[in-house]
């Protein structure tokens, strides 16, 4: 399901978007990120032919600096995603989701009020000291159809549901 490279991609992408403000962060980007730009000269260049400067702004508006603007690479970011969703979904429920089942993953800027709120009553779990955290549900009068959402390193947002194909 998808390019094993997308893995690599997913996780130099995420390494730019969180930062170094903390330590899980930075080791996200010494033990992963920089190994993968010193090997892999085709997604370095790749990104950085994508980078766009651009003024760094306050929500008030005020210019504070320069930075990058990047756009993720869809396909890995989606198809990450995806194998996450199939992947917990059969270690919480013990069934795999048949090739059938759709799962539709979507991107989140930033986790709202009224989505914490939705959610709140979902199961919750986290790995690596909250490094990935994630809330689920399942619908119990509908096989195969639940809703994820995913946080990693408290800097991105995805998540995505599945349903079962309808003939």
């Not at 892999?40 to 950085?48: F, H």
């Not at 809330?135 to 390193?153: E, G, I, M």
Request: proline content about 2%.
């Amino acid at each position: 399901m998808g390019d094993p490279g997308f893995d690599e991609k997913f996780r130099a992408y995420l390494s730019l978007q969180v930062g170094l403000d903390t330590a899980d962060a930075t080791r996200l980007w010494t033990q992963h990120a920089v190994k993968t730009f010193r090997h892999n000269n085709k997604l370095r260049r790749e990104i950085l032919g994508k980078s766009q400067r651009v003024d760094m702004v306050t929500k008030a508006g005020i210019i504070i600096g320069e930075g990058y603007r990047l756009l993720w690479d869809s396909a890995a970011h989606d198809t990450v995603v995806e194998r996450c969703i199939r992947g917990l979904y059969f270690h919480h429920f013990g069934s795999i989701l048949a090739k059938s089942v759709k799962v539709r993953v979507y991107w989140v800027r930033e986790l709202t009020k009224e989505m914490m709120e939705l959610s709140s009553e979902w199961n919750k779990n986290s790995m690596g000291e909250n490094i990935f955290v994630y809330r689920f549900v399942k619908a119990v009068d509908q096989p195969n159809t639940s809703v994820w959402l995913f946080q990693f390193y408290g800097r991105h947002w995805a998540g995505g549901y599945t349903t079962p194909q309808i003939a």
